[in-house]
């Protein structure tokens, strides 16, 4: 009775009949609607599931290089470990190496901007000594006027990388020796 | 009897007082390599994204593989030690050095900017000019150039960064703090420095020749990186090349790819990487990293910690007398039955080493070891020697080279210089016998 649109070429129909049919037409627009609705929203879902793999029947898409996976791999671990290197352990910021304390984040912009942490924490100096280090970065490397930041970047410094005697020559240091049966 | 159970104390207590100290600074070396790790992927990771117009290039990072946690450099021995990320700079652990030569991905690195990136399209049109006060004429050459118009050496040469063993100098001295491994003795292939100043002609004037790189400045601004010179005298030297191939293969990128200077026996900032232009001076070339406190030593000895002056300053020449043991790593732990056979180099800049010794009771005696000849001049030397441990025990294997004018390795660290320039104190093994 859906399909009631089709009596449309056969003979006259009765006053009845044909009062009868208009109601059909509303009844089955109504339903047209519906089933439109819900064919959309089941085909909307197969979409979600099984786009892409649709898509890739139709689409040759183009074979990664090696290369561009790398990249790609190394983009996703890249985001992996920034996350990771943001941690602090044992008061140490990982990405940087440097000691967690008072003015570290700024040491961190400051001097990260040109070269490497490494150069911070490998490093010792008293005050004088690191004011130097400052300096000469200012007078031949291109190190712009620190202003009041300068106080505390030294501070920083002064107090987490200065120098421990050492005497003339320090002993080997026995508890980094990784000791290790030599076979021959 | 009493007097070797003596000796042995004193070397406990040697021990001891090492430890207490905590000589080596806040960090231990496992911690340093982990920190020092962490900082290296970060840069390799970071870096090409980050600062991508800043980074060398190769440095990408498809040179991670996350699963071993493995960690490198472009072209490099993933067990270099990265002591600093931007600029490169890593050394090679002494185990490493073992080779009579040393392969291109265990050469240690020591950059002062960033290396350019250099295509192999680019490197055949690479050109190398030479100018300045005291030379006769301009000239330009192509590295084809130079390899068909000039007859080619190939030579062993010995560069050791004049910081090496910079870490142990107290008060610190500033910069990358190296420990012992930024030497190395490859086969260098090029034309003599000599052969083309004397196609390009000089006047009398002639002192100095300067060399300027490809290299850029860290901070991302124009300036020179560093462009350091040595004496006509050095230049004319027939050791003295310019080369473009390393153990017979191209030279890593980060050792100066597709063209450098090889000042053997100098500092090896001497050696400008990148090649692309010399100066013929009329006086002492004045380029970065020349003038001031870099690459210098105070012409006088003085106090650890005083302040000198620019003017006090003078510029290294010669490396001094030094040696390596690359065999065993430290820390073996060998049978009392067991005898130990030991090996290494040495080297003493523009000198031959003549006699090479080795203690194991912390300098009180000391036994010889054999040495072999240069391969050439400007060459390391091989030692080698077994050791029959007397007792069970810690020990510590100490070598001593000697040079030909006498001068031998010093046992402490020697005069203090506010660079840290070189330390050639004797290296130091652990070994113990159980």
């Known amino acids: ?184 | 009897m009493e007097l070797e159970n003596n000796t042995f104390d004193k070397s406990n207590q040697y021990v001891h007082s090492g430890k207490e100290a905590e000589p080596m600074g806040l960090t231990s070396r496992r911690s340093f390599l982990k920190t020092g790790s962490w900082s290296a992927i970060g840069s390799v990771l970071c870096v090409p994204f980050v600062f991508e117009k800043h980074s060398p290039a190769g440095l990408i990072p498809v040179q991670i593989d996350f699963a071993d946690e493995q960690i490198g450099i472009p072209e490099k021995h993933p067990d270099l030690i990265i002591l600093n990320d931007r600029p490169i700079n890593a050394e090679t652990p002494p185990h490493l050095l073992d080779d009579f030569t040393t392969p291109n991905d265990r050469f240690f690195v020591r950059n002062n900017g960033i290396p350019p990136e250099v295509s192999e399209i680019e490197a055949n049109n690479w050109t190398l000019s030479i100018g300045g006060e005291a030379a006769k004429q301009e000239k330009t050459f192509s590295i084809a150039e130079l390899k068909s118009a000039f007859r080619t050496y190939t030579y062993h040469l010995t560069l050791e960064c004049g910081g090496n063993g910079r870490s142990e100098f107290n008060p610190p001295a500033k910069g990358n703090q190296w420990r012992t491994g930024a030497v190395g003795c490859a086969a260098w292939t090029g034309v003599r420095l000599k052969d083309i100043l004397e196609s390009v002609g000089y006047t009398d004037q002639a002192v100095y020749v300067g060399y300027y790189g490809k290299d850029t400045h860290i901070s991302g601004s124009d300036q020179v990186v560093i462009s350091r010179g040595i004496p006509m005298s050095k230049a004319l030297q027939e050791e003295t090349l310019i080369a473009w191939a390393m153990n017979g293969e191209q030279i890593p990128q980060l050792n100066g790819y597709p063209l450098r200077l090889v000042v053997g026996g100098w500092p090896a900032s001497c050696s400008g990487k990148w090649l692309s232009r010399l100066v013929i001076r009329d006086k002492i070339h004045d380029g970065p990293k020349m003038k001031g406190q870099s690459y210098r030593v105070p012409c006088q000895p003085v106090a650890p910690g005083i302040k000198v002056a620019d003017k006090d300053m003078c510029i290294i020449e010669s490396m001094p007398v030094k040696s390596l043991i690359t065999y065993p790593r430290t820390g073996a732990t060998i049978r009392l039955t067991q005898r130990l056979p030991i090996r290494g180099h040495a080297w003493a800049g523009d000198l031959e080493v003549d006699r090479m010794d080795y203690s194991i009771d912390f300098g009180q005696t000391w036994k010889e070891c054999t040495l072999s000849k240069p391969i050439n001049k400007l060459a390391w030397q091989h030692f080698s020697a077994t050791i029959q441990f007397p007792e069970t025990g810690y020990y510590e294997i100490w070598a001593r080279a000697t040079d030909r004018s006498g001068r031998a390795q010093p046992m402490v660290i020697p005069g203090w210089n506010p660079r840290g320039y070189l330390n050639n104190a004797c290296h130091r093994i652990a070994i113990k016998v159980v």
Not at chain 1, 72 to 80: P, S, Y
Not at chain 1, 157 to 177: F, K, Q, V, W
């Open chain 1, 1 to 184: 009775m859906f399909f009631s649109f089709l009596n449309k070429n056969k003979k006259p129909l009765s006053l009845d009949t044909r009062m009868r049919s208009a109601w059909h037409r509303q009844f089955s627009l109504i339903l047209g609607a519906i089933k439109l609705v819900l064919l959309s929203a089941i085909s909307m879902l197969i979409y979600l599931y099984f786009g892409s793999a649709i898509e890739g029947m139709f689409h040759k898409s183009e074979p990664l290089t090696t290369q561009q996976e790398k990249v790609l791999n190394a983009k996703r671990i890249q985001r992996q470990m920034e996350a990771e290197q943001e941690k602090i352990e044992n008061g140490i910021h990982l990405a940087t190496g440097l000691k967690v304390a008072e003015g570290w984040d700024v040491v961190r912009t400051t001097c990260t901007g040109c070269h490497s942490a490494a150069l911070v924490t490998q490093n010792k100096a008293t005050y004088s000594g690191w004011k130097e280090m400052i300096v000469w970065m200012q007078e031949t490397q291109g190190l712009w006027d620190l202003g009041e930041n300068e106080e505390v970047i030294l501070a920083y410094l002064t107090n987490h990388y200065a120098p421990n005697e050492a005497g003339r020559r320090s002993g080997l240091n026995i508890e980094d020796i990784e000791w290790y049966i030599l076979d021959f």
